[in-house]
């Protein structure tokens, strides 16, 4: 159980267009979902918390108007690159987490965004 | 606010051998859980154990086992009988009210 989904695994842009990344959780409901970003070999940093039905909650430093998070329904929170730089190169994470807390968070797979 | 620091960047052990990670987390929380990720060359994160503050007991899961010492707020996971499928980054995680904080990450070698 607990099976997070992640979408695209890897994409390759040009700069100033827009990518989206799709996390879904098949197995169960999660009315909150994370965003994570990932520099090759640090630890994760939140970027966002995604809530069902309102606006994401976005740590310092983090610009909304460029990571756009929408969660749509209680399976369903999409990244959206906004006119993507090299600097936005990086790998991305969902997570999610079931209704217990003990359960702790379960993961995407990871998306690799490679700006050019 | 919490913080969770793992001292030892990088780790190596022989196969077959035992192998202990250090975590120390800090926070003025009561009530709160913590966790062991592992992160393969996949980079998918995964579970490995879990442990709740309120239990004494320490959370074992086969060949992983964890030494939680709540006063001094420390977390270290041991792996023993070390095999080349557990090489991999090892984050610490705190869960607490509001929400998970992650260790700088060991990476751990596994030597044949």
């Known amino acids: 159980g607990a099976v997070v989904s992640q979408h695209p695994s890897r994409v390759i842009c040009k700069s100033g267009t827009s990518v989206k990344i799709e996390c879904r959780s098949l197995?169960?409901?999660?009315?909150?979902m994370f965003w994570y970003r990932q520099f090759p070999k640090k630890s994760l940093m939140l970027m966002a918390t995604?809530?069902?039905?309102?606006?994401?909650?976005?740590e310092q430093g983090v610009e909304k108007d460029k990571f756009l998070i929408n969660h749509a329904s209680l399976t369903l929170s999409t990244l959206t690159v906004t006119s993507a730089h090299p600097e936005d190169s990086s790998f991305y994470i969902c997570?999610?987490?079931?209704?217990?807390?003990?359960?702790?968070?379960?993961f995407g797979s990871g998306t690799q965004l490679s700006v050019l | 606010a919490q913080t969770v620091t793992q001292s030892q960047p990088e780790m190596s052990v022989q196969e077959a051998e035992t192998v202990t990670l250090s975590c120390t987390y800090d926070?003025?929380?009561?009530?709160?859980?913590l966790f062991w990720y592992k992160q393969p060359p996949s980079r998918q994160m995964i579970l490995v154990i879990r442990?709740?503050?309120?239990?004494?007991q320490n959370a074992t899961e086969n060949r992983f086992s964890v030494n939680f010492q709540k006063a001094a707020k420390s977390f270290s996971l041991k792996i023993s009988d070390s095999q080349l499928g557990d090489a991999a980054m090892y984050f610490c995680?705190?869960?607490?009210?509001?929400?998970?904080?992650f260790g700088t990450g060991t990476s751990l070698t596994v030597i044949p």
């Open positions: 997570s999610a987490r079931p209704g217990q807390d003990v359960l702790g968070l379960f």
């Open positions: 995604s809530n069902e039905g309102s606006k994401a909650t976005y």
């Open positions: 442990q709740e503050a309120y239990k004494q």
């Open positions: 926070t003025s929380e009561s009530d709160y859980y």
């Open positions: 197995d169960f409901q999660a009315t909150t």
């Open positions: 995680a705190y869960r607490g009210r509001n929400q998970f904080y």
